[in-house]
């Protein structure tokens, strides 16, 4: 795997850097405000949403899979909840806790695989085999079983997918510590008597956090279509809470007919994990050494 060190980055390589290269992407400019726009519905939803209670589950039998019209413009569920105020309010599950679920396992595996790139020897075998075993199953499988396993629920969920995802934040650390565990400042921390946990703090950890953010914005819109695939055999967010992936499979019976009951929740799903992946393809362009040799 390419390594990065921060420490010999060009200055050039800075936030504004960052910026700037996405505001002359198109895609990854669109992507970028794609994201934004989500993350203000779900904190807004309570004043965005046209029926807040609605989006939070109550029922309204009396206009029970209406089509989208000017009063529910992406029109009902087989409930008589209004679609927009649903989606709005599924963003939240959505986006959140994703969110959180990266985050986790990146302070999960980055430490992991820093400590075990950097001291090698037992240590680095014992947890190298240990992410070896993790990463034997599929992540989503891994997920479902351990759901299974504790019980249904949103953070139920959540806790599931932070243990079958950690490992590949240990491999990513890992990769880069070894390389970086020979570079000069770090010999010279050593020569300097720093002990072993400054150095993976100071040194090894931070220098990490390139290949660690590309590869966590890419999994942010994997985790939402795990998230999703969850809630919709049953296994993630329960009813009445609102939950794209819960949305899909309570009118998956229903397409040929309501079509827009599964199509509008599914269609969010698409839109927000595609802008995920085209701004991780952008900071992966960013970050790679590559470009400034």
């Given amino acids: 795997m390419t390594t990065i060190a921060t420490d010999l980055l ?16 198109p895609l990854a400019l669109i992507s970028t405000v794609v994201i934004i726009l989500f993350v203000l519905l779900a904190v807004l939803a309570p004043v965005i949403a046209p029926y807040p209670e609605q989006g939070q589950g109550r029922t309204n039998a009396s206009e029970s899979m209406d089509p989208p019209s000017a009063k529910h413009l992406l029109g009902t569920d087989r409930l008589g909840r209004d679609i927009l105020s649903r989606i709005i309010y599924g963003a939240r599950p959505a986006l959140v806790v994703p969110m959180g679920v990266v985050l986790f396992a990146v302070l999960i595996g980055a430490p992991l695989g820093a400590l075990a790139g950097y001291k090698g020897g037992w240590v680095d ?29 949103l953070d139920k969920a959540a806790i599931a997918l932070v243990v079958s995802w950690w490992p590949w934040y240990t491999r990513i650390a890992r990769g880069v510590a070894v390389s970086l565990k020979e570079q000069y400042f770090v010999e010279a921390a050593q020569a300097t008597g720093v002990s072993d946990a400054v150095i993976i703090l100071r040194h090894i950890l931070p220098n990490t956090m390139s290949p660690i953010l590309v590869q966590a914005t890419v999994d942010l819109g994997t985790v939402i279509l795990a998230m999703g695939g969850l809630a919709f055999i049953g296994l993630g967010t329960q009813p009445p809470a609102p939950d794209w992936g819960l949305m899909i499979s309570e009118g998956r019976a229903l397409i040929l007919d309501q079509w827009w009951i599964s199509t509008f929740p599914g269609s969010a799903i698409f839109i927000v994990v595609l802008a995920f992946n085209l701004l991780g393809d952008t900071l992966r362009d960013i970050f790679d050494p590559r470009q400034y040799k």
């Fill in 10 to 25: 060009p200055a050039q390589r800075t936030s504004r850097h960052v910026w700037n290269v996405i505001a002359r992407d």
């Fill in 125 to 153: 075998e014992a947890i190298m085999r240990l992410t070896d075993l993790f990463l034997a199953f599929p992540s989503l499988l891994l997920a479902m079983a351990i759901t299974a396993s504790i019980g249904r629920g």
